[in-house]
């Protein structure tokens, strides 16, 4: 099963405007064992790109969730706090929130 995004955190991704990595990482990994099985060094070596390229794909998700989450928890701090977020994250806001109101979306 790949990596996906929680549902919990959609709303993170579109208050940053940062889409969640695309990307199957486990069709590469099953794409790797494919060629692991063709005989010859270069399909070895294939399978092991794939199968690196599988980890690549994985880490570059877990940091993204890690970053969404991060900035969540920041958010639910300041705002149980009453406090207001930090401009970064007001102009990360305003972003979104232009992104949704634009009027040039396409018809």
Do not use: C, N, W
């Not at 706090?81 to 305003?94: E, K």
Request: hydrophobic letters at 50%.
């Amino acid at each position: 099963m790949s990596l996906e995004l929680p549902a919990a955190l959609a709303a993170v991704e579109a208050f940053l405007g940062r889409p969640f990595p695309d990307g199957d990482e486990d069709a590469l990994v099953r794409l790797g064992d494919d060629h692991d099985e063709r005989p010859g060094a270069d399909a070895r070596v294939a399978g092991l790109g794939l199968k690196a390229a599988a980890g690549l794909v994985l880490a570059r998700k877990g940091v993204t969730l890690l970053q969404y989450g991060l900035i969540a928890a920041a958010l639910a701090e300041t705002l149980a706090a009453g406090g207001a977020p930090a401009p970064v994250l007001r102009r990360a806001g305003q972003r979104a929130l232009d992104a949704v109101t634009a009027d040039d979306f396409p018809s």
